[in-house]
T-cell receptor, first 115, second 110 residues
Framework: NAGVTQTPKFQVLKTGQSMTLQCAQD?????MSWYRQDPGMGLRLIHY???????DQGEVPNGYNVSRSTTEDFPLRLLSAAPSQTSVYFC??????????????FGEGSRLTVL | GQQVMQIPQYQHVQEGEDFTTYCNSS?????IQWYKQRPGGHPVFLIQ?????EVKKQKRLTFQFGEAKKNSSLHITATQTTDVGTYFC??????????FGQGTRLTINP
């Protein structure tokens, strides 16, 4: 099993550009989520999904869109990139749909810089 | 909403010294999870605590969950260079959101 796979690992954007961060998992997990990590801020939840066709907002959803058309994939879209979105993004999955059933498995991260 | 605070933010120790990080929540937690992130890496799950007053050990790591389920701690005995990284606690909010503390970054002088 590859686990949780994120692409790309690095990306540089200009302000106003859009892009999609890809996330795929091969563990048949129901729960998937996106976090951003900034120095001194820990990990903050952007969006999450408890199954195909179901998504919900986390702590910092503004400027991001998600969709979950399959169990395996959970892409994160930046609609119009801003410098404040410069961060490291982590996708994470869990057996789910409730987090009481187990831990999060994280991807290796995507480092995004917005100029 | 629920807030999870961790202290200290940074800790530098000599190899062989002990290390402790503390986690406090503004609300009662149903359970708490601990993760470790190596420099340049991704968070990796260490353990989950569920019961009030629970103590669990993993080799040199000791995890405690407070009696009131509003605080937790991670203690590492006799640190080694492999312990370097950032340690995060996280509490579950509403069954489907994991709220992370800011993390404690541990560096070690060999």
């Amino acid at each position: 099993n590859a686990g949780v796979t994120q692409t790309p690992k690095f990306q540089v954007l200009k302000t106003g550009q859009s892009m999609t961060l890809q996330c795929a998992q091969d563990m048949n997990h129901e729960y998937m989520s996106w976090y951003r990590q900034d120095p001194g801020m820990g990990l903050r939840l952007i969006h999450y999904s408890v199954g195909a066709g179901i998504t919900d907002q986390g702590e910092v959803p503004n400027g991001y869109n998600v969709s979950r058309s399959t169990t395996e994939d959970f892409p994160l879209r930046l609609l119009s990139a801003a410098p404040s979105q410069t961060s490291v993004y982590f996708c994470a999955s869990s057996y789910g749909p409730s987090l009481y059933t187990g831990e999060l498995f994280f991807g290796e991260g995507s480092r995004l810089t917005v100029l | 909403g629920q807030q999870v605070m961790q202290i200290p933010q940074y800790q530098h120790v000599q190899e062989g010294e002990d290390f402790t990080t503390y986690c406090n929540s503004s609300t009662t937690l149903s359970n708490i999870q601990w993760y470790k992130q190596r420099p340049g890496g991704h968070p990796v799950f260490l353990i989950q605590l569920v019961k009030s007053g629970e103590v669990k050990k993993q080799k040199r790591l000791t995890f405690q969950f407070g009696e009131a389920k509003k605080n937790s701690s991670l203690h590492i005995t006799a640190t080694q260079t492999t312990d370097v990284g950032t340690y995060f606690c996280a509490g579950i909010q509403g069954a489907q959101k994991l709220v992370f503390g800011q993390g404690t970054r541990l560096t070690i002088n060999p």
